[in-house]
């Protein structure tokens, strides 16, 4: 059977509006990553938080349209909660949730609970770093 060639997912146009709408700094991994999966299911797509002994599945890595839609939901719910840092969605989870990257030092994930929650409970710290997410995501037992 033919193979295609998938083309880019992400574009760095994009990224960098996303950076400035959501006043981010964001990571050049994180690009990386989007260019490739956004919008496109991985294999290895559970994650074992070591925060807090969950595990959670990531359907996909969100497109751009995506993560700009949800800014005011995020940006609504940091600001009731009163964080004090932003979130960007990233990711979806399995039950509807968002993975969202952080602005803290080394982006920290959270999961954004969305309409499930308000305020400070609305979000989950569940990795470190943004490193630490990506490196952890397994394939299903």
Known sequence: ?????IDVQFVKYEFKLLESKYELKLPESLFEILE??????IKENIFSSKLNERKL??????KF?????YYEDTIEEVEIGNLGIKLMPIASEEGG?????SSEKNNPIYLFKTSDY???????????????????LTTPN
């Open 1 to 5: 059977m033919r193979e295609f060639t």
């Open 36 to 41: 490739k999966y956004a919008g496109i299911p």
């Open 57 to 62: 599945k990531l359907v996909y890595f969100l």
């Open 65 to 69: 349209g995506e993560i700009y839609e």
């Open 97 to 101: 949730w968002k993975f969202c990257i």
């Open 118 to 136: 308000g305020g400070k409970d609305a979000f989950e710290k569940i990795a470190k770093s943004f490193d630490e997410f990506i490196n952890e």
